[in-house]
C-alpha cells in the first residue's frame, strides 16, 4: 500500500506560534502558484479533494496539516510568487514558509513543485536557499509533464537535475516529472519519500508496491 494514502486533515495554522507539537516526523510540500501543488497532493494520496484545488492562484492561505496512517504528517505550505495577493498577506506568508523551514525540527525532507514549462524561477531558488542549510533533502516534482511533448519534457528534467548538481549537496537534491492529469510519477515519488522515512525509521524499509 502506498505510504501516502489515507492520509487525513488535521489541522490548519496561520501563524508559527500556532504551530502543532513537532511529535511526528513532517513532510513539506512547497510550490509557486498554480504550479499544481494541491492537484498533486490529491494525486499522491488517492484523493479528489484532501488539499484544496482552484482555478485561482494563491488561495491557499494556511500551513495545512495531514496525518498519515503511520503517524507521519504532510504539511501543504501557502502557495507563493501569486502577484494578485496584497503584498501584507505575502510577507506574512514568506515570513510563515521561511520560519518553518529553517525551524521546525520535525522536517524530514521537502517536496518541491515546479511547473515542468517553467522550472527554477527566483522564488524557487529562495525555497532551496531556506531549506538547504537544514542538510534535510529536497525532491523536486516537475508538475504538469503531460502538457509538454516526451522530449521536452525530458528536456526539462535534465536542465533542472544539472541545476540542482550545481548546488554540489551529495545526493540531497533530487528531481522527477509527475503529471497529476496521467498519474505519472506517483510510484517514483513514493519511493524517494519512503526513503527519507525509513533512513529516520518511521517505516521499516521504504513503501510496499500494491
Known amino acids: 500500500m502506498s505510504i501516502f494514502r489515507h492520509a487525513c486533515f488535521e489541522t490548519s495554522i496561520a501563524k508559527s506560534s500556532a504551530l502543532p507539537p513537532a511529535d511526528s516526523r513532517e ?3 512547497a510550490g ?15 484523493h479528489t479533494r484532501l488539499a484544496y484545488v482552484s482555478k485561482t492562484p494563491g488561495r491557499t492561505q494556511l500551513l495545512n496539516f495531514f496525518r ?3 503517524g507521519v504528517r504532510l504539511v501543504d505550505l501557502p502557495g507563493y510568487g501569486y502577484a494578485a495577493v496584497p503584498e501584507k498577506i505575502r510577507v506574512q506568508w514568506a515570513d510563515l514558509i521561511e520560519n518553518y523551514l529553517k525551524t521546525r525540527a520535525a522536517l524530514a525532507g521537502l517536496v518541491l513543485m515546479m511547473d515542468a514549462r517553467h522550472p527554477f524561477t527566483g522564488l524557487d531558488r529562495q525555497m532551496i536557499g531556506w531549506f538547504l542549510p537544514s542538510g534535510r533533502p529536497i525532491h523536486v516534482l516537475l508538475t504538469k509533464s503531460d502538457k509538454l511533448s516526451r522530449g521536452a519534457a525530458q528536456a526539462a528534467l535534465l536542465k533542472t537535475r544539472a541545476a540542482l548538481a550545481a548546488y554540489r549537496c551529495d545526493g540531497r537534491l533530487t528531481a522527477q516529472l509527475f503529471s ?15 526513503a527519507w522515512l525509513a533512513e529516520m525509521g518511521e517505516i521499516a524499509d521504504g513503501p510496499e508496491r500494491p
Open 180 to 194: 497529476s492529469l496521467t498519474k505519472n510519477g506517483i510510484e517514483e515519488c513514493e519511493q524517494v519519500v519512503g
Open 27 to 29: 513532510i513539506a510540500f
Open 32 to 46: 509557486r502558484s498554480n504550479a499544481g501543488k494541491s492537484s498533486a497532493i490529491n494525486t499522491l494520496v488517492g
Open 68 to 70: 498519515l496512517p503511520c
